[in-house]
């Protein structure tokens, strides 16, 4: 009896583009990172276009004035760095949809769909998860600057700081951007990022560890090339892969990088010109989108407060990862090397008609 391919093996999440022959061509997964990247470029160059010619038509604006400043209390520049990184979703629905051919929901989990249980259990730990990871961040930096006396290694900062702080409203309009276009850019990052780069290289490799370093990898793209910003990065790439991976989706790595960078945007903008705002400044970099002004430190982030914050970011990030790791282990019933996988017996997902 011939096999049949709608009733595949159990099939973890960086296998999910071999559940039908069709999705699995030797160049369907180039098709779909060129799809996915080719589509992230265009976005973003109507984003950039659009911008500049609001600001153009504004009356008393500079052109250039805070779209690149890296200034965390900026609206503008918040606005635009986040608007570019929520490119990445569309970009990542059209590499699954045009380049893989594939349903997108083989891209958010095993289920080939959002997984409300998985939500509900996990998702909380997830959101404390990262929270702890800020807080940590911004005490190592606040403690870092108060051993030094208050300026953190960063030539100028005690003498900026009052400067640097945005008014109540500014920030109130900052905080308002945040909360509504971080998590979009959380899901984004995530869908292009962790489900497209892992799925494409999971087409070809049965052993999740080289999709799993290469979506971590992917993280280092377009970013400030300091220790402060390149280690919390790197770690949260890999975090929230191994999540994605152990899971069996995107559920619990979207909630860890949109509390990231919401909560260190948020510290970093209130905190400006301090060791807290500093160490908030290195993850809330290393958490932007590649490419954005966000993804390199604050103007007003002090360099020793900024390390001691990513660094402290880095090893909170891979202590707490171990935690959810036996967390998922547990309360899914699966070994501790062992990702959640699609049942051998649950049919694949219908094929998109051409």
Known sequence: MSAD????????????????????????PLLTLAAA?????????????????????????????????????SALDVALALAMGVMWLPAGIIGVRFGGWRPLGTAWSIAARPRRGLLRSLGPWSIAMGVAVVAA?????????????????????????????????????VTLIVLVLAPLQAAGLELALRGVVMQALGTWLR??????????????????LSAAVLLPALTLGLASAILAWK????????????????????????????????GGAALSAAAAAPGTSSAALATTASGSAALAGGLTAAAALLLLTAVMVARISAR????????????AGEPAPAPVPY
């Open 5 to 28: 391919h709608s009733l595949p093996t159990a099939t973890p999440f960086h296998r999910m583009a071999t559940l039908r022959p069709a999705w699995t061509g030797r160049i369907r």
């Open 37 to 73: 990247f080719t589509a992230y470029v265009v976005l973003i160059s109507v984003v950039l276009v659009l911008t500049i010619l609001v600001l153009a038509l504004a009356p008393g604006v500079n052109v250039a004035l805070g779209v690149t400043s890296g200034d965390p209390t």
């Open 137 to 173: 961040a911004g005490l190592a930096g606040a403690v870092t600057t108060a051993i030094a006396g208050g300026d953190g290694g960063g030539a100028g900062t005690s003498a900026g700081a009052a400067d640097a702080t945005g008014s109540v409203p500014q920030l109130l309009l």
């Open 207 to 224: 052993s999740p560890l080289l999709p799993l370093l290469a979506a971590g990898a992917v993280m280092l793209i377009g970013r400030e």
């Open 247 to 278: 899971s069996g989706g995107l559920e619990l790595s979207i909630l860890l990088v949109a509390t990231i960078t919401a909560a260190s945007q948020l510290v970093s903008a209130v905190g400006a010109g301090t060791g807290a705002g500093a």
């Open 332 to 343: 899914q019933g699966v070994r501790l090397r062992e990702p959640v996988r699609r049942p």
